[in-house]
């Protein structure tokens, strides 16, 4: 639905992956039918270097055209020439490379020839499947855009209409606040509200309507409207908001035009990074969750037997957190305290450290004798990683708070819900056992936020690793 270049390359990052995917495998099984399983050293190295050299012109093709652009509207017909239109640019500038550099007898055109025909197979096989696994997940709820819209009465049921021509299941209308009169009444609007399940919001709950329902996307179609207080909030939520272009706009960063759904709209987006960043990071977050999960594995065989003669439950301990846009996910860690911790923290809520909105305090009773080790050792996030490669979590973020905290936020600690929450942050390396200030928590998150870049990360990651090798900072 949305036709900018920039956003479509971040939102499907997904068959970005699984064109590289296809590329890889296409060119393997190529090489192998037609030269063999023989890794001589100077011709492996030669198809090695080629089948490189096509990795970059289709990033290359990937970052001058709209190589995704209404994937999700395409069918399998479709789909099919897509792939084979790919195939065909690669295959010319090869082919044009071979020429110019007069190299066309140093490879096998049979390979090429093989790489081609596979490629197109692969690469429609592997989007159709993706395209239908994220239908049925929208369809079940699943990877939507929670979308609120303001408007005006007379122009809602258009733009639903206009939208529905090319929707998708990707934004989903949970809500709808008309500027006019909400007391007023339609019986068309009243049936469109009730058979879709939009809730009808008033103007003075607009904020706590974002903050309960996860909301991902704001739609403001209302010429000379802009509550500037609203948008900031949005924004620093990490929520993006789309405007019709006949509005009068207030001061506004990070804008770009787009088409969604048949509407050209303005729109405006928190700052987190390029899509090439955003993309780093994620494969980043794919491979350190993969070889995190194999260690929870290991440590599972380990410390699972201790925790379960300590304290008779589940080794696992899995608590709702809060994530992206205020997002409900459950997040696991090894349990380090007794299986009444959380009744048992209403009686010593007077002990807690925390100036605000967190529960920190030294020599916890609801700590297990094994629990302190995995604590101080930081075994106990290592379940995390499950979070991190599922994509709930990044590696490096800011920290998830659980539902009870997060329904006493004030409206500026929204901002930490920016980003997706990670496994460590700012606010972990800067000694979070010393910090007993909610509010400078939300500083150190807010200024991560604001700065983000990948040397900030890596920044971040080496000085975990520190944190944690001389546990320090352990809570």
């Known amino acids: 639905m949305v036709e900018s ?3 479509v390359r971040t939102k499907h990052i997904d068959f970005i992956l699984l064109d590289l995917i296809a590329i890889v495998i296409s060119f393997v099984l190529a090489y192998i039918i037609r030269i063999k ?27 001058f055209s709209g190589l995704h652009s209404d994937i999700l509207k395409r069918s399998f017909t479709s789909e099919l020439w897509h792939a084979i239109m790919v195939n065909g640019y690669m295959a010319l500038f090869i082919f044009g490379l071979f020429f110019s550099l007069k190299t066309t ?26 395209k239908n696994q994220l239908k049925i997940g929208y369809r079940e709820g699943k990877g939507v855009s929670n979308s609120l819209i303001i408007t005006y009465r007379d122009s809602f049921i258009e733009f639903l209409r ?36 939009i809730r009808l919001v008033d103007q003075n709950d607009i904020l706590e309507f974002v903050k309960e329902n996860a909301v991902n996307s704001a739609f403001i179609l209302a010429k000379s409207y802009y509550n500037k207080k609203m948008v900031d909030t949005f924004l620093g939520m990490g929520i993006t908001v789309y405007f019709g272009l006949d509005m009068e706009l207030g001061s506004i960063s990070n804008v ?5 759904g048949g509407y050209t709209l303005i729109t405006s987006s928190i700052s987190t990074g390029t899509p090439g960043e955003l993309f780093l990071k994620r494969i980043f977050d794919v491979m350190v969750g993969f070889v995190g999960v ?11 037997p201790i925790i379960k003669a300590q304290s008779p439950g589940p080794a696992f301990f899995a608590q ?29 809520m007077d002990q807690n450290q925390m100036s605000g909105l967190m529960f920190k305090m030294d020599n916890d009773p609801r700590i297990m004798p094994i629990g302190h080790f995995i604590r101080k050792t930081s075994i106990d996030e290592f379940p995390q990683f499950w979070n991190i490669l599922k994509g709930d979590m990044s590696f490096v973020g800011t920290r998830p708070p659980t539902k009870d905290e997060y329904m006493q936020y004030d409206m500026h600690h929204l901002s930490r819900l920016a980003i997706k929450p990670g496994l460590t942050g700012m606010w972990q390396v800067s000694g979070r056992s010393e910090i007993t200030d909610f509010e400078e928590v939300v500083r150190l998150d807010n200024e991560y936020i604001r700065n983000f870049s990948l040397l900030l990360d890596v920044k971040i990651i080496l000085k975990t690793f520190g944190a944690v090798l ?6």
């Not at 339609?186 to 009730?194: A, P, S």
């Not at 194999?294 to 699972?304: C, D, E, M, P, Q």
Request: positive net charge; glycine residues 8%.
């Open 470 to 475: 001389g546990q320090k900072g352990s809570v």
């Open 256 to 260: 770009s035009v787009e088409t969604v």
């Open 294 to 304: 194999i260690f929870t594995g290991f440590f599972y065989l380990v410390f699972a």
């Open 162 to 197: 206009t939208i529905d021509k090319n929707n998708t299941g990707f934004y989903k209308y949970i809500g709808v606040v008309f500027l006019d009169d909400n007391s007023g009444s339609d019986g068309e609007i009243e049936w469109i509200l009730k058979d879709r399940n």
């Open 37 to 63: 399983p023989t890794f001589e050293s100077d011709l492996f190295v030669r198809y090695r270097n080629l089948g490189l050299i096509i990795v970059a012109i289709y990033m290359l093709i990937l970052l």
């Open 105 to 130: 007898d140093d490879y096998s055109r049979i390979v090429l020839g093989l790489f081609f025909v596979i490629d197109v197979t692969f690469m429609t096989f592997f989007r159709s499947f993706r």
């Open 320 to 348: 709702e957190r809060v994530g992206k846009n205020g997002k409900i996910f459950k997040m696991y860690k090894f349990r380090s305290m007794y299986m009444d911790a959380e009744e048992r923290k209403k009686e010593l």
């Open 5 to 7: 270049r920039k956003s």
